[in-house]
């Protein structure tokens, strides 16, 4: 094992990614690189392929792949499901929780938890065992327990959803986390749990890509990267000034550039 | 929107219980007329107001059409194809388990039901039905002690002549419908059910019905009574042999609660439903209603029907007693080409009487399932009040799911609340699972059960565990 240079090379590579839906081009050919334990930010307006790009990375079956290559590990993923790459350590944050009735979410994030465990060779975790893990971890987001007899995200206010979704990042541990716009529809408080909670799971193993349009979420988190997507490409990449100087000058300021 | 690996072709998962036991049989030729409800009456030495109650329907039955009304098409039925009464070879008086076949026992160990003294379900008292017959019950001498009468039908007949003269047909009459008029005529075997008047029965009791052979119809008939303050559980399990014909299964259950009594039935229904070009499978007609007669009294029908080509299947509660209670919980599951027209009725026509209807309907493949029901309010049911509860989930875009409720009142001072919903398993919530690590087929499993926990919840605790695995069974394959 040569485990030292390997944690070197990047967790997630994307080259040249073009994708559509229904035929509708949406991603014309962007490229990024994270090595684990960097943060990234991918910020630009709506409708640029932001929340495409983290689906298609997790795997949505909406979406073509018309070229281009996503390598995760080194590993190129376009033929895994998309439980096999969250079982391998891909975790996309998204949006807008779904909700599922009927469906109990302690349930849920047992099953979900030991399907990771599982793909680590790791032992299964039975309900007392994993009731432990997870209080343990409803602390990182201020979460109640009783969030864990309810139905998934069922009746969920928007924070509690972000807060699901960051409690399940810290019980899957992921390689590569993917948060899509978390800090949305979020109040000052609510922001301050989650970006804590993100910065406590964030470790050296761990690569992290935030989807925003705020710069209030990186106030809280330091990204070292900061990338500029506008019309699926990625046009711009700097460290945390330039999501400044983009708080500064808006979106329009990006118009004029193209792609480096 | 929907995309390739989403919601395709139908692959049916094999059926577990599709065995056929070798064994000899007495049956009579087929066809049905006079003589063969004269044979049948004989070969069981029924006394003469059974023969005139089966003759009685046999008449009535002629004269009756085959309904038409369910959203259900199939091929005519020929009546005269059919054979009206199978059983095993045994010797002429069995005295103990022992003496029975043992090819019968192990057919029934096959499906998981024990019947033998060391292996027999500790919880559980069961009633076994092959064919036309009742093969054992167990736990009879330990439920004696309690006065609880649980035996076979003819057995009751010629033990407890004066309940089955009294009860037998007093919530469906011979001529109720086509189907129970049939029954009535030619029912072979079935279960007898007495509970004393405060007793609490012991244990569940449970009867399992096997279909055996393939050119013989099933018609069993099932009679439960519970007196005053008394109460029981009562668990019925069906599977059948996989023949490309199909079996009619025609059958009649009675219930009668009197002051506060409760009676609980729970049904999960797995008779065998055919291939994926709809090719054999069981047509199942079945008349099921119970009677609320004292004053709260208590009637709830639970139901898992998984199996069976056709089903047509409307467990019903007439409410007479004084805030007398009745509920119905369904789960009708439909995959290939099945067709269920299944629901409830409930006729308030005591006062203050309350129902309950929580149905779930999931339609996958090409099936159709619909929900019938209809909830009555009578001129003196005043103060009464019903809640229902219809959803139908459709897991590709094949599958049909229909809702027809009826509602009739006559009495102003009383309620009716109806809800309903239809819903797609969507593609972004199992994508949400999937994104998680859980397995695509785990993931649709998991939504059926939360869709179906209302009522499974409601199932005794091992009944409940053994639909959630049926359900996931009957889906295998059905996405994806």
Same mark, same amino acid.
């Given at each position: 094992?040569?485990?030292?240079?390997?944690?070197l090379?990047p967790i997630l590579e994307? #080259?040249?990614?073009f994708?559509s839906i229904?035929?509708l081009?949406i991603?014309k050919?962007?490229?990024?690189?994270?090595n684990p334990g960097?943060?990234?930010?991918?910020?630009?307006?709506?409708?640029?392929g932001?929340?495409?790009l983290?689906?298609?990375?997790?795997?949505?079956?909406s979406?073509?792949v018309?070229?281009?290559?996503i390598k995760?590990?080194g590993?190129?993923i376009?033929?895994?499901e998309?439980?096999e790459?969250a079982?391998?350590?891909i975790?996309?944050g998204?949006?807008?929780p779904?909700?599922?009735p009927?469906v109990?979410?302690?349930?849920?994030l047992?099953?979900a938890?030991?399907?990771?465990?599982?793909?680590?060779?790791k032992e299964?975790l039975?309900?007392f065992?994993?009731?432990?893990?997870?209080?343990?971890?409803l602390?990182?987001v201020k979460?109640d327990s009783?969030?864990?007899s309810?139905?998934i #995200?069922?009746g969920f206010?928007?924070g509690?959803k972000?807060?699901n979704e960051?409690?399940?990042m810290a019980?899957?541990?992921?390689?590569?986390?993917?948060?899509?716009?978390?800090?949305?529809g979020?109040?000052i408080d609510?922001l301050?749990?989650?970006?804590?909670?993100?910065?406590k799971i964030s #470790?050296?193993q761990?690569?992290?890509?935030l989807i925003?349009?705020y710069?209030?979420l990186l106030?809280?988190?330091?990204?070292?990267y900061?990338?500029?997507?506008?019309?699926?490409?990625?046009i711009?990449?700097g460290?945390?000034d330039l999501?400044?100087?983009?708080e500064k000058?808006?979106y329009?300021w990006?118009?004029?550039?193209?792609?480096e | 929107?929907v995309?390739?690996?989403l919601?395709?072709?139908v692959?049916?998962?094999?059926?577990k219980?599709?065995?056929?036991?070798?064994?000899e049989?007495?049956?009579i030729?087929?066809g049905?007329n006079e003589d063969?409800?004269r044979?049948i009456?004989?070969?069981k030495?029924?006394p003469?107001y059974l023969?005139?109650?089966r003759?009685?329907a046999?008449?009535?039955?002629?004269k009756?059409?085959?309904?038409n009304?369910?959203d259900?098409g199939?091929?005519?039925?020929d009546y005269?194809?059919?054979?009206y009464?199978?059983?095993?070879k045994?010797?002429?008086?069995?005295?103990?388990l022992?003496e029975v076949?043992?090819?019968l026992?192990?057919?029934f160990d096959?499906?998981g039901?024990?019947?033998?003294e060391?292996?027999?379900l500790?919880?559980?008292?069961v009633?076994?039905?092959f064919?036309?017959?009742?093969?054992a019950?167990t736990?009879?001498?330990?439920?004696?002690?309690?006065?609880v009468?649980?035996?076979s039908?003819?057995?009751?007949?010629?033990?407890h002549?004066?309940l089955?003269e009294?009860?037998l047909?007093s919530v469906?009459?011979?001529?109720?419908n086509?189907?129970?008029a049939l029954n009535?005529?030619?029912?072979s075997?079935?279960s007898f059910v007495y509970i004393?008047?405060?007793?609490k029965c012991?244990?569940?009791?449970s009867s399992?019905?096997?279909?055996?052979?393939?050119d013989?119809?099933?018609?069993?008939?099932?009679l439960?009574?519970?007196?005053?303050?008394s109460?029981v559980?009562?668990?019925?399990g069906?599977?059948a042999?996989?023949?490309?014909?199909?079996?009619?299964h025609?059958?009649?259950?009675?219930?009668?609660a009197?002051?506060d009594a409760?009676i609980?039935?729970?049904?999960?229904?797995?008779w065998y439903?055919?291939?994926?070009?709809g090719?054999g499978?069981?047509f199942?007609?079945?008349?099921k209603r119970?009677?609320c007669?004292?004053?709260?009294?208590k009637i709830s029908?639970s139901?898992?029907e998984?199996?069976?080509?056709?089903t047509w299947?409307?467990?019903?509660?007439?409410?007479?007693?004084?805030?007398s209670?009745?509920e119905?919980?369904s789960?009708?599951l439909?995959?290939?080409?099945?067709?269920a027209?299944?629901g409830t009725?409930?006729?308030?026509?005591?006062p203050?009487t309350k129902?309950?209807?929580?149905?779930?309907?999931?339609?996958a493949?090409?099936?159709?399932?619909s929900y019938?029901?209809l909830v009555?309010?009578g001129?003196k049911?005043s103060?009464?009040?019903?809640y229902s509860?219809c959803d139908?989930?459709?897991?590709?875009?094949?599958?049909?799911?229909n809702?027809?409720?009826?509602?009739?009142?006559?009495?102003?001072?009383?309620?009716?609340e109806?809800?309903a919903?239809?819903?797609r398993i969507s593609?972004?919530q199992?994508?949400y699972?999937?994104s998680?690590?859980?397995?695509?087929e785990?993931?649709?499993?998991m939504?059926?059960?939360g869709f179906?926990?209302?009522?499974f919840?409601?199932?005794?605790?091992e009944?409940?565990?053994e639909?959630?695995?049926?359900?996931?069974?009957?889906?295998?394959?059905?996405?994806g």
């Amino acid at each position: 094992m040569q485990s030292k240079k390997k944690e070197l090379n990047p967790i997630l590579e994307v #080259n040249n990614l073009f994708a559509s839906i229904e035929n509708l081009p949406i991603l014309k050919g962007v490229t990024i690189s994270v090595n684990p334990g960097e943060i990234h930010a991918i910020m630009g307006r709506n409708g640029c392929g932001k929340s495409t790009l983290s689906k298609i990375i997790a795997g949505h079956p909406s979406y073509k792949v018309t070229k281009g290559e996503i390598k995760f590990a080194g590993n190129d993923i376009q033929s895994l499901e998309p439980e096999e790459r969250a079982q391998s350590g891909i975790f996309l944050g998204f949006q807008y929780p779904i909700e599922i009735p009927g469906v109990s979410n302690l349930e849920f994030l047992r099953v979900a938890t030991n399907a990771r465990r599982k793909f680590l060779n790791k032992e299964e975790l039975d309900t007392f065992d994993f009731e432990d893990l997870v209080k343990e971890k409803l602390d990182l987001v201020k979460m109640d327990s009783a969030f864990l007899s309810r139905s998934i #995200n069922q009746g969920f206010s928007g924070g509690e959803k972000k807060r699901n979704e960051i409690l399940q990042m810290a019980l899957l541990e992921p390689r590569i986390a993917i948060l899509d716009e978390t800090d949305s529809g979020l109040d000052i408080d609510a922001l301050r749990i989650v970006a804590s909670g993100i910065k406590k799971i964030s #470790n050296e193993q761990t690569g992290i890509i935030l989807i925003t349009h705020y710069q209030r979420l990186l106030d809280e988190i330091q990204p070292d990267y900061v990338h500029v997507m506008s019309d699926g490409q990625i046009i711009k990449t700097g460290e945390s000034d330039l999501a400044l100087e983009l708080e500064k000058h808006g979106y329009e300021w990006t118009d004029n550039f193209t792609k480096e | 929107m929907v995309s390739e690996n989403l919601v395709k072709d139908v692959v049916s998962e094999p059926y577990k219980y599709g065995f056929v036991t070798d064994i000899e049989t007495e049956k009579i030729s087929k066809g049905l007329n006079e003589d063969t409800i004269r044979l049948i009456s004989a070969k069981k030495e029924e006394p003469e107001y059974l023969l005139n109650f089966r003759l009685n329907a046999f008449r009535k039955w002629q004269k009756m059409n085959e309904p038409n009304w369910a959203d259900l098409g199939y091929k005519k039925i020929d009546y005269q194809d059919i054979i009206y009464y199978s059983a095993p070879k045994q010797k002429e008086k069995i005295s103990s388990l022992d003496e029975v076949d043992p090819k019968l026992l192990e057919t029934f160990d096959k499906l998981g039901i024990p019947l033998t003294e060391q292996k027999k379900l500790t919880n559980v008292a069961v009633d076994a039905v092959f064919d036309s017959v009742s093969i054992a019950t167990t736990f009879r001498k330990e439920l004696a002690q309690h006065g609880v009468i649980f035996c076979s039908i003819s057995e009751a007949v010629k033990d407890h002549s004066d309940l089955i003269e009294k009860y037998l047909g007093s919530v469906v009459p011979a001529y109720d419908n086509y189907f129970a008029a049939l029954n009535s005529a030619v029912f072979s075997d079935g279960s007898f059910v007495y509970i004393p008047k405060g007793v609490k029965c012991p244990m569940d009791l449970s009867s399992y019905f096997r279909i055996n052979s393939g050119d013989s119809g099933q018609f069993e008939r099932t009679l439960i009574i519970a007196e005053e303050s008394s109460s029981v559980s009562y668990l019925e399990g069906c599977t059948a042999p996989m023949f490309d014909t199909n079996t009619l299964h025609a059958a009649v259950v009675e219930l009668i609660a009197l002051d506060d009594a409760s009676i609980k039935y729970s049904t999960v229904q797995n008779w065998y439903a055919g291939n994926e070009e709809g090719v054999g499978g069981i047509f199942n007609f079945v008349t099921k209603r119970g009677k609320c007669l004292g004053k709260r009294s208590k009637i709830s029908w639970s139901q898992v029907e998984t199996g069976s080509a056709i089903t047509w299947k409307y467990p019903s509660c007439l409410l007479l007693g004084e805030e007398s209670v009745g509920e119905f919980y369904s789960v009708a599951l439909t995959n290939n080409l099945q067709q269920a027209d299944t629901g409830t009725k409930m006729i308030h026509i005591g006062p203050k009487t309350k129902s309950t209807i929580v149905s779930k309907g999931i339609s996958a493949g090409n099936s159709v399932n619909s929900y019938r029901g209809l909830v009555k309010m009578g001129s003196k049911a005043s103060g009464s009040r019903n809640y229902s509860q219809c959803d139908s989930m459709l897991i590709g875009d094949q599958a049909a799911a229909n809702t027809f409720p009826y509602i009739q009142s006559q009495q102003p001072n009383s309620e009716i609340e109806h809800e309903a919903s239809t819903c797609r398993i969507s593609e972004d919530q199992l994508f949400y699972l999937q994104s998680r690590g859980i397995e695509f087929e785990e993931a649709v499993s998991m939504m059926v059960s939360g869709f179906c926990r209302d009522v499974f919840n409601q199932l005794p605790m091992e009944f409940a565990a053994e639909a959630d695995k049926l359900l996931a069974l009957k889906l295998e394959g059905s996405v994806g």
